[in-house]
């Protein structure tokens, strides 16, 4: 089992900044490829971003591209989301997921077992 907690959300303007954890217990974190997802009202679930392993590699949503940026420290067992320049449209339900997927890192929720409360990300403009 795993369990996430994320933390950071809350209410913005838009062009300001974000930082969203993640913070996850139960098993080692080194051995989870993790992602980032969000929710808007009334939307279907999205993939913002996700990283492998070690964290070397990466992938964004192209709406997120350039503005945002996934991280994590193993050694802390916390993921992270840079989130610059945000947009209205940004306004969201932001989840962390986890995957045991050994191939990839994939952006489909259905790859994911493991998925946080959410933390509410609000940007006025």
């Known amino acids: 089992q795993v369990q996430l907690v994320e933390s950071g959300g809350g209410l913005v303007q838009a062009g300001d900044s974000l930082r969203l954890s993640c913070a996850a217990s139960?098993?080692?974190?080194?051995?989870?490829?993790m992602g980032w997802f969000r929710q808007a009202p009334g939307k279907e679930r999205e993939f913002v971003a996700a990283?492998?392993?070690?964290?070397?590699?990466?992938r964004y949503a192209d709406s997120v591209k350039g503005r945002f940026t996934i991280s994590r420290d193993n050694a802390k067992n916390t993921m992270y989301l840079q989130m610059n320049s945000l947009k209205p449209e940004d306004t969201a339900v932001y989840y962390c997921?986890?995957?045991?997927?050994?191939?990839?890192?994939?952006?489909?929720?259905?790859?994911?077992?493991?998925w946080g409360q959410g933390t509410q990300v609000t940007v006025s403009s």
């Open positions: 997921a986890a995957s045991t997927s050994l191939v990839g890192v994939p952006n489909i929720s259905a790859q994911y077992r493991y």
């Open positions: 990283l492998n392993r070690s964290g070397g590699y990466t």
């Open positions: 139960g098993r080692t974190f080194s051995s989870l490829t």
